[in-house]
């Protein structure tokens, strides 16, 4: 039983401006009872510190003392890097002249590449900033001739963007090195003058640590006791705040070793679409095997024995007529079975009331075969992409048949509306939950939650959505976001 909600009149339909993207056309509840927003799981609850502990433990952190190492260990391997990369790049240009210049600056570049896998190994162990690799050479994969992975190595955009960040992390190193020794000796220095301030006059001969000159000419010592304490107060807020500055000084490295070592964003796009492709194309090898493996056991199957039951019927017609009969009249059954199951065949590859009349009233038929009472509301101003549409179309199916087999659930709720160029399906119910796209789900995500799994990826592969909200005991909310077009 279904309850229709869309607000189609003569293939057109209303759509609700202002909506935000992600949320439902009925709130946050979209007609379920309870739940967080979809997209929005709610987090499990945990102590938290206080901004007061934070800023007093931050000298001891894990994370402080990993960027300080950092800090510490990119002066070095900076000037070695710049070193390396300018020398061979300027012995390169030198030698251009003749044939030697140019397997000299493929050298320097692959040179460059070891450099970044060693600067993205060190911003990962301390920074905790996973880059991916970037695009490989493939000449050197494939082992064609030295011409070839000459040639590739120079053509190469990950390996000159190595290189420039060889040339542009040496002065950043060199100037974060220097802010972060001298602040962290300066605020150490200063909150244990207490401790020390007994040097200057047991053996320098001054009363305190010198300052600079006084109005009157006279130098200015920290001598007196509000003075020393001052001092001390003083550094050890240095010493304090000296973790932040260090932090905001390694945002900066780790802008360039995300936006320069890293792959480009062509490479990173090249890599999606072909794994999309590969989703794409295993879909459709399943789905040809579906279609085959139905007609077979199914409609095939039946018109054999059709045809089987047909010649009997013809050999009988002369000499039992009544019997003949009989057998036709089961055929005539036989076909009609035949005819539903092929009808059936043909909804699951592209329904009819889907191209003839759209998607609320195609979503509105599927929702009337679902166990539970589902109610549909549909808002949209005009009809997606043909692709997106029958995507759409089959998103809804396999969820409401989760609801149907696993859910439990006496009521769902089938949500469809469009923001900018996005199209959003929310598929809610009122079940037992524990629905998971990735691990065993007792609830819409079937045995395994690999129905959700597959299903994420075949949305992945239109770059698409699937955020799962289902915690146990229920409700169940998903919601999948396609693109328009």
């Known amino acids: 039983m279904s309850t229709m909600h869309d607000t189609w009149t003569g293939g057109e339909q209303r759509t609700s401006p202002g909506r935000l993207p992600g949320t439902s056309p009925h709130g946050p509840a979209s007609g379920a009872p309870g739940g967080s927003p979809a997209g929005e799981p709610a987090l499990p609850a945990g102590p938290r510190r206080s901004a007061v502990a934070t800023v007093l433990l931050a000298p001891v952190s894990g994370r402080t003392w990993r960027e300080y190492l950092y800090v510490l260990t990119s002066f070095p391997f900076a000037i070695l890097s710049f070193v390396y990369a300018l020398v061979t790049l300027m012995l390169g240009v030198g030698l251009l002249i003749t044939f030697i210049g140019i397997p000299v600056l493929a050298v320097s570049l692959l040179g460059c590449r070891v450099i970044g896998w060693m600067e993205r190994g060190r911003a990962r162990a301390l920074l905790d900033l996973d880059v991916a690799e970037p695009e490989p050479v493939r000449a050197l994969q494939r082992g064609e001739g030295l011409t070839a992975r000459v040639s590739a190595v120079l053509r190469s955009g990950s390996a000159w963007r190595n290189l420039l960040y060889t040339q542009l992390h040496f002065p950043w190193a060199l100037f974060t090195f220097v802010m972060w020794l001298t602040t962290l000796l300066v605020g150490w220095a200063a909150a244990l003058y207490p401790a020390w301030h007994w040097v200057h006059p047991a053996y320098m001969d001054q009363p305190g640590m010198e300052m600079w000159p006084g109005p009157d000419g006279n130098t200015w010592y920290l001598d007196s006791t509000p003075e020393i304490w001052l001092t001390s107060g003083i550094g050890l807020l240095v010493v304090l705040l000296t973790p932040w500055l260090t932090h905001g000084l390694t945002s900066v490295d780790r802008l360039l070793v995300a936006g320069l070592l890293g792959p480009s964003r062509l490479a990173t796009r090249m890599w999606e679409l072909e794994s999309d492709r590969g989703t794409v194309v295993d879909t459709a090898a399943a789905d040809l095997r579906r279609i085959e493996r139905d007609l077979h056991d199914g409609a095939q199957a039946r018109l054999v024995a059709l045809a089987m039951d047909l010649g009997l019927a013809k050999e009988k017609l002369l000499e039992d007529p009544e019997a003949a009969a009989e057998m036709v009249g089961e055929a005539h059954g036989e076909v009609k079975l035949a005819i539903e199951e092929l009808r059936d065949l043909a909804r699951g590859i592209h329904p009819a009331i889907l191209t003839d009349r759209g998607l609320g009233p195609a979503l509105s038929a599927l929702a009337s075969r679902c166990t539970a009472t589902v109610s549909v509301t549909v808002e949209l101003d005009e009809r997606p992409a043909q692709a997106i549409e029958g995507m ?94």
Not at 397 to 408: D, F, G
Not at 450 to 460: H, I, M, N, Y
Not at 467 to 478: A, C
Request: proline fraction near 5%.
């Open 392 to 485: 759409a179309y089959f998103t809804v199916s396999e969820l409401l048949q989760n609801v149907s087999k696993h859910a439990r659930a006496e009521r769902a709720w089938v949500d469809v509306w469009r923001s900018s160029d996005r199209l959003f399906l929310q598929v809610s119910d009122d079940g037992r939950g524990g629905a998971s796209a990735g691990g065993p789900a007792s609830g819409p995500g079937g045995s395994g939650g690999s129905g959700l799994t597959g299903l994420a990826e075949r949305l992945d592969a239109v770059d698409g959505l699937l955020v799962v909200d289902s915690p146990e005991g229920g409700p169940t909310r998903i919601t999948a976001e396609l693109p328009w077009r």
